[in-house]
């Protein structure tokens, strides 16, 4: 409620400003988080040394509510974090890379 008060304050003073990009980081941290707990929910061992999941949905859901920016960070670290807390630490860097490019893209295609 009170970012609800002093956000119109923003355009006369700009240390209310502040307001906007805090919102954003919250989001995006909420949505990383959501991403992890997704892929970490339904896991399934592949013969490949992998594993399947559904995190791709929020992946795509960050992409087309929220942007390409937050696509492309909350697929690229939350799918990251996740191999690295399942064990799968290998993947991660490569994860990192094709997730987040995976979110960029779909947020490009969903403007």
């Keep these: 409620m009170l970012y609800h008060l002093l956000y119109p304050l923003h355009t006369l003073y700009s240390v209310f400003n502040v307001f906007r990009y805090i919102t954003f980081r919250t989001i995006y941290a909420i949505l990383t988080a959501l991403t992890t ?3 970490m929910t339904l896991v399934i061992p592949l013969p490949t040394r992998g594993y399947y999941n559904v995190g791709e949905s929020m992946v795509f859901f960050a992409a087309f509510t929220f942007g390409w920016r937050a696509g492309m960070i909350c697929g690229g670290i939350g799918s ?3 191999d690295l807390l399942l064990g799968y630490g290998f993947f991660a860097p490569i ?6 490019a995976e979110g ?3 947020g490009i ?3």
């Design 37 to 39: 707990a997704v892929t």
């Design 80 to 82: 990251a974090a996740a």
């Design 95 to 100: 994860t990192l890379v094709a997730k987040g």
């Design 104 to 106: 960029f893209v779909a």
């Design 109 to 111: 295609i969903g403007r």
